[in-house]
């Protein structure tokens, strides 16, 4: 059973599903990938995650790093969840790039290199924003490149933790 919720951030709508136990989704509306996520069946319900969650982006939405992350499971390839694993590493206030994602994972995998769009794919498709911080990677040089959110929340994302990003929206 999918469970749904929804909550109002300095960014507009936000959108909350559950399985029950965790946190299976994030999403601003209209964002890419949301709606294939989203079961027809699924039922609006005040589950104690949605409280967690709600409660972890308040202190978020008010510049601060809220620690740790209420319990998440979302779902995807093992690709994906593993380049997921990677993101949930970078800090607060703190950026990456694709391309270190990349390396880090071919790392990880024993292999000398790995595809930085592959891993870019991946990122793309995290169902849960904010928490899962696909906001915080860049373009090597720096650029703001992708998000499914939408550049201009991708921008107000990285400002509100501190960072100035450096090339226009």
Not at 53 to 60: D, F
């Given at each position: 059973?999918?469970y ?10 936000i ?6 136990s ?5 999403w601003?509306?209209?964002q890419r ?5 989203l ?9 104690p995650?949605?409280?967690q ?8 939405f008010q510049g601060?790093d809220?620690?740790p992350i209420?319990?998440?499971r ?10 997921w694993?990677?993101l949930l590493r970078?800090p607060?206030g703190?950026t ?6 990349a390396a880090?994972?071919a ?9 930085a769009?592959?891993?870019g ?7 849960i924003s904010?928490?899962v911080p696909c906001h915080?990677?860049i373009?090597s ?5 992708g998000?499914a959110g939408?550049l201009?929340r991708k ?6 933790e501190g960072?100035s990003p450096?090339a226009?929206?």
């Open positions: 059973m999918q749904i919720s929804h909550d109002s951030s300095l960014l507009g709508e959108l909350l599903s559950s399985d029950g965790a946190l299976t989704g994030l601003f509306p209209g990938y949301a709606q294939r996520l079961h027809p069946s699924a039922v609006e319900d005040d589950l995650i949605f409280a969650v709600k409660a972890w982006l308040t202190v978020y601060k809220p620690g209420p319990r998440l979302p779902e995807g390839t093992p690709f994906q969840r593993d380049v694993q990677l970078i607060y703190r990456t790039t694709y391309k270190a994602l880090q994972l790392g990880q995998r024993g292999l000398r290199s790995m595809s769009q592959a891993v794919g991946a990122v793309g498709h995290n169902p904010i928490l915080r990677v373009g040089d720096g650029s703001l490149t998000y939408g201009e921008r107000a994302l990285l400002e509100l960072i450096s226009p929206v």
